[in-house]
């Protein structure tokens, strides 16, 4: 019976590891950097509301490259990112007027 619940258990927390590896989340801030050799972009940003972040600056990563092509440093963007397995996700980001 001990060994039947202790892998009832286990499969519990194998299946739900993706939902809780990865959350979206959206806010304004400054593109800092971009690293475009390494893939990476800094934006210093408001807090992040659905991550439970404050504000701060941070590198992410850009899930679509061309946004490295687009954005310029200084740029004030919206944009929405998923942390996911400890990596920060750069989904979109919108320039600001």
Known sequence: MQTLFAGTIALLLIGSGPALAQATG??????????KEAGKITIRHG????????AMSMVFRPVDPALLERLQTGDKVRFTTRHENGTYFLLDATPQK
């Open 26 to 35: 959206s806010a304004e801030g400054e593109i800092r950097r971009i690293d």
């Open 47 to 54: 807090p992040i509301a659905e991550l439970d972040m404050p």
